[in-house]
């Protein structure tokens, strides 16, 4: 008998391997009615899904015997049938026998598996193997264990543990319970803070992971896209020697970070994934989350890029000792790179600044030495801007609105101060604009009221835009003109460099960027 002629429930039971067979990419079906969940079944595989979930409870009106069978029947993808009551999160309100026979009668049309709640009896099902899940949404129970080792003795073929993630040690938690699993496990920490989670299943031999059609259509929250899962991070390239990497921050959901690297790992042909995470403010939380990574090496963590606010408790964390010394002296890192010795810090934004400047300018490093320049700013980026400046005994004026902040950061690094009151003129040779003016949304703001003639040289920090008011007014008076993009890019290819040792794709890195921010003007 050829494959294509066996009945759905025939073909899906061949195609059932558990466990340690592939980690599906499952699509949940959230339509309210069944032509329109059939037609959500076809793009989903199309998508690329290996799964779909038939969400029985989505649908307006409990589907009839017939509407079940046209669900399953010569689905192009497995089928998993669940229909999850109102009280455990999902959205049937009928009886209990009634939402049990639905599922059965899923398992005789040919679902590969029917999810049911954790403690329904389930000895006597004939239908189709079981998916037993429990959920907490309240939070991580404190019982985990209790609950997995439980539920790995019932008769069920698949444990699947959902929670909800207060923070991202949360999706370790559920990482662990997949590392721990004695049969074939579904393990996920749900929101933001669970991404992780579910980005990482497939390194950790999960039964699957669930990614939404689109955006909008997802069944549990944090649930990324299918077309998020497989182009942004490889889903399909992701297996057990896959290296962890991503970027902390707060907020985080809106960096370019995770795109900018994938793709340089793509490219490269680098066996890693970048995912970000989101760390509350605070050292504490920062640390509680580094001390987690740490303490699981089977993670395959090995690096991190650290974005505000944390770059000082990144600092902080890794110790000074264990960081170069400039960046010791900036006293905030922006990469940490696990290593066989322990975590090592660098701080590849100063190094960035430096080299877009004297790339534009043409020199080397040293050819700094003399030169004047005033720095406005004196916020973080503005700090490892004069840190680095004045490493390389250039003349530097730090002119902030604040003036205390300015005369504060001039005195650590011995050099001058001066009041920036918009609308200023500065008389220097180099301007660099570390402030947030100019910035997007207000782009037509600026530090500077015009560019005096003794400037040849403008940098603003700002990438968003790429040309700034200041950099327009620059260009117009005939100065060199360096774009935050060139420092952007810069620091980017140097975490690469570190963490991989080779060569980045810097033009890939670039264009990725600019793709990013094309969208976002969107
Ligand atoms: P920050 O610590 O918050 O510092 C902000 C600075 O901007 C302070 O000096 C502040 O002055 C000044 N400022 C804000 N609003 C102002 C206004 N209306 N008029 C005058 N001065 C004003 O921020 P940061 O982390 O240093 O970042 C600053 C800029 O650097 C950002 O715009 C960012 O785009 C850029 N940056 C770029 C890169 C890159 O890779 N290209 C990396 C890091 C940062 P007060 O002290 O008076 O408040």
């Excluded at 040309?467 to 980017?492: H, I, P, Y």
Aim: hydrophobic content about 45%.
């Amino acid at each position: 008998m050829i494959c294509g002629c066996l009945p759905a429930n025939e073909r899906n039971r061949q195609n059932l391997t558990l466990p340690g067979d592939k980690c599906r990419l499952i699509c949940p079906l959230t339509a309210s009615d069944p032509l329109a969940m059939r037609r959500q079944m076809e793009q989903a595989a199309r998508a690329g899904a290996d799964a779909v979930e038939l969400r029985l409870d989505y649908l307006a009106i409990a589907p009839s015997e017939g509407e079940i069978e046209f669900l399953i029947k010569d689905a192009p993808v497995e089928t998993i049938a669940t229909c999850r009551p109102a009280n455990a999160g999902g959205k049937f309100t009928g009886g209990e026998n009634h939402r049990l026979e639905l599922l059965r009668i899923a398992g005789r049309q040919g679902a590969a598996f029917a999810d049911v709640e954790s403690g329904t009896p389930v000895s006597d099902w004939p239908a189709c193997p079981i998916i037993e899940s429990f959920h907490d949404f309240g939070g991580r129970p404190d019982n985990l264990d209790e609950i997995a080792g439980r539920m790995s003795g019932s008769a069920a073929a698949v444990s699947k543990i959902a929670f909800s993630a207060a923070e991202p040690r949360d999706a370790l938690a559920a990482l662990d319970l997949l590392r721990s699993g004695k049969k074939s496990t579904l393990a996920l920490a749900m929101g933001e803070h669970g991404q992780i989670s579910r980005i990482l299943a497939r390194k950790f031999g999960a039964f699957g992971t669930f990614a939404s059609l689109e955006s909008g259509l997802e069944s549990a929250p944090g649930q990324p896209t299918i077309g998020q899962m497989k182009e942004l991070y490889r889903w399909d390239s992701i297996g057990p020697a896959t290296a962890v990497f991503g970027v902390i921050g707060y907020p985080i959901a809106h960096s370019m970070s995770p795109a900018i690297h994938n793709a340089a790992f793509a490219h490269a042909g680098v066996d890693a994934v970048y995912l970000p995470i989101r760390v509350e403010p605070g050292g504490e939380n920062f640390r509680r989350f580094l001390d987690a990574v740490s303490e699981r090496p089977w993670l395959g963590w090995r690096g991190l890029s650290v974005t505000i606010p944390h770059k000082e408790n990144a600092l902080a964390w890794v110790g000074a000792a264990n960081c170069d010394e400039l960046s010791a002296r900036i006293g905030a890192i922006n990469t940490i790179t696990f290593g066989p010795a322990g975590p090592r810090g660098d701080n590849t934004d100063y190094t960035a600044a430096i080299a877009a400047l004297c790339s534009a300018m043409g020199i080397g490093p040293e050819g700094l030495a003399g030169r004047n320049v005033a720095v406005l700013g004196a916020g973080g980026a503005a700090r490892a801007v004069v840190a680095a400046l004045t490493h390389y005994k250039t003349d530097v004026v730090v002119c902030n609105r604040t003036l205390e902040r300015a005369e504060a950061l001039a005195e650590e690094f011995g050099c001058r101060s001066s009041p920036l009151s918009p609308p200023a003129r500065i008389e220097a040779r180099i301007i660099i604009n570390c402030t947030s003016v100019g910035m997007h949304p207000n782009v037509n703001a600026c530090p500077l009221a015009e560019i005096s003639p003794a400037t040849r040289v403008v940098f603003d920090t700002i990438y968003n835009p790429i040309e700034t008011a200041l950099l327009k007014l620059a260009r117009k008076a005939g100065c060199t003109c360096v774009s935050g993009l060139d420092m952007f890019v810069n620091q980017a290819v140097a975490q690469f460099e570190i963490w991989t040792g080779r060569k980045a794709p810097r033009e890939i890195m670039r264009q990725k960027v600019l793709e990013k921010l094309a969208a976002a003007d969107k």
